[in-house]
């Protein structure tokens, strides 16, 4: 049967192969924090979200426990999502700056969104064999999306896990090394460009560590490398 980003998101959905994220998952799903006491958590892994014909794909670690986790769509429901959807919103790849729930409108245009890892872990940190197992994921939608030009890691995890996966797609070779660091980015051939960025995690955003602007460089960079002008997809 041939694969698709909807047969790929069923079964993300249905996914059970990582049982420690599984077992957190419905836990906190089923403690809840007190702000979110009334509402009902999606507690199942995320699928990825966003325009099917995208040529800028984000990449980011995991969903957040109260965030995608409680909402089932990706960095909605919490202040990283907020950060991030904002600064797309800006860049003229999102048609609203928030990202609140799955019904609240959002649509992403030239832009798709995509977790390493679906599932929300303790700490906000999958191990490596969690985030090794669920690549297939990420790796079929990088299939299917044919048309990307620019990727966005959203942290240093994010890229090693990219790169990874575009080793194990013999895309690239097994030994060159990707730096990591905020705004660097790297020529991987046949028009692809691989941008990194920090993560806007609380812990960077409310730290100063990454602001507004410093995020609406790198998709300006992006918006350069597409030849798109922020106002508008295509
Ligand atoms: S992290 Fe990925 S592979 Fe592991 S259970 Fe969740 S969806 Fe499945």
């Known amino acids: 049967m041939r694969d698709s980003l909807g047969r790929v998101a069923r079964e993300v959905v249905g996914c059970e192969r990582c049982p420690r994220l599984r ?8 403690l809840k924090v007190k702000r979110f006491r009334n ?3 999606w507690g199942r892994p995320v699928p990825g979200f966003g325009d099917p ?12 426990a109260h965030g995608g986790n409680r909402t089932g769509r990706v960095f909605t429901g919490d202040r990283s999502g907020d950060f991030l959807f904002a600064a797309l919103h800006r860049a003229g790849f999102a ?49 299917l ?24 797609e013999g895309r690239l070779p097994p030994r060159k090394a990707y730096a990591f660091g905020h705004g660097v980015s790297h020529d991987l051939g046949e028009e692809l460009r691989l ?29 350069r490398h597409l030849g798109r002008h922020a106002t508008g997809a295509r």
């Open 23 to 30: 077992a957190w998952c419905r836990r906190v799903a089923r």
């Open 53 to 64: 014909r995208a040529r800028l794909l984000v990449v980011g670690l995991a969903p957040a």
């Open 39 to 41: 509402e009902e958590y």
């Open 95 to 143: 048609n609203q700056p928030t990202s609140v729930g799955r019904e609240d409108g959002l649509r992403l245009a030239d832009c798709y969104v995509a977790p390493l890892a679906r599932c929300a872990p303790p700490a906000n940190k999958p191990t490596r064999s969690e985030i090794g197992r669920c690549r297939e994921y990420l790796a079929r939608e990088w299939r």
């Open 145 to 168: 999306l044919c048309e990307v030009r620019a990727v966005l890691a959203l942290g240093k995890l994010a890229l090693d896990g990219f790169v990874a996966l575009l080793r194990e």
């Open 195 to 223: 941008f990194a960025s920090y993560h806007p995690s609380q812990q960077n955003t409310f730290t100063g560590k990454l602001t507004p602007a410093r995020l609406d460089l790198v998709l300006a960079a992006i918006n």
